[in-house]
């Protein structure tokens, strides 16, 4: 008894040592007041990366995401002491542009929860610490602005013989893919098998009474406004036949999308939040693309256009970099001695 009660008072000893641990700085950055970034701050950072990159960070990355850590604090002080801030509404409509763009791959809103959950699965972040680092970022990016905008205005539009050129590398990789638009009637489940079966009966009796006819299917389709009709339907869009396509879709969806001819009516198809019935409306051969070429179907944007967006943005990332190197130099530099300190012995684990 006597082991088993000093066993215990072992274990606990050695969480409380390691609790203290992680409270201790593993830098502190003193610009306009003394902040610490403590190791248990840093140990989520480097956790949270080393998910995204599937593999154990060296001692050596570590220090390198400490260092950004440092850089990204010593230009929040900087923007506080100027008073740069970002507002509630800012950071909403940020948020509001993920959620649109998430409507259009799932052809609806998405719930707080689907949205909250893409959110964790794409940054590794809660919906608070995503909000919170809108909030950093947008403050860090004005504070930019503010202090280095004569840099940022020295970004020229790309000519239309830089285009050609860079069309000219491109050209063998601007490939259309195998592309159809397609009308669905979509018929959903909840999470109960009492919700499956009901909606596998309604879907059910709405293919025999498709019966693969496209006109049939047109007039079904039109009753899915009714009120308690038990299903959706409308124009779905475009689909690529491509690796994107088929991790949204999954694969038996696309099988069946690409098992049709412009016109013709699918089977039932189980998805993973309902059951489907397709139309295929168009169908699109693989194309190699030029300049005037529409790059995908559904929006407006040209070759010549798309490889001018990629261009601007480039030059708008290396002239970011520039600048942000140059203040961050200028919050280390003589001016500003001894703005941090890093204690390595503590991040030795």
Partial sequence: MKRLIFVFLLLLTAVFVYSQSDLQPAATVNLTRTEAITVRQLRTEVTRMERSANRVLTHEERLQVLDVMINERLVLQAAERDRVIVTD???????????????????????????????????????????????????????????????????????????????????GNLVRPETVRFSMIMIPYGPDAASRQRARTLADNLVREINNDPAKFDEVASRSVAPNSGYQAGDAGYLPRNQQARQIVGQPFMDAAFSLRQGQVSRLIE??????????????????????????????????????????????????????????????GPANRRTFTIFENNIRW
């Fill in 89 to 171: 509404n800012e950071i909403n409509q940020q948020l509001q542009q993920y959620r649109n763009a998430m409507a259009q791959q799932l052809n609806r809103q998405p719930t707080d929860a689907e949205f909250a959950q893409a959110i964790e699965r794409e940054t590794g972040l809660d919906l608070n610490a995503f909000r919170e680092q809108l909030r950093r970022q947008g403050i860090a990016q004005k504070y930019l602005v503010s202090q280095k905008g004569e840099i940022l205005n020295t970004m020229r539009m790309p000519t239309e013989e830089e285009i050609q050129a860079e069309f000219s590398l491109l050209r």
């Fill in 271 to 332: 998805g993973q939040q309902g059951f489907q019935i397709i139309k295929i409306t168009e169908s699109y051969a693989v194309r190699n693309l030029e300049l005037n070429d529409i790059i995908q179907l559904g929006n407006r944007v040209t070759v010549r256009e798309y490889i001018g967006q990629a261009m601007l943005e480039q030059r708008q990332q290396a002239i970011i970099t520039r600048a942000s190197q140059e203040l961050v130099t200028e919050l280390r």
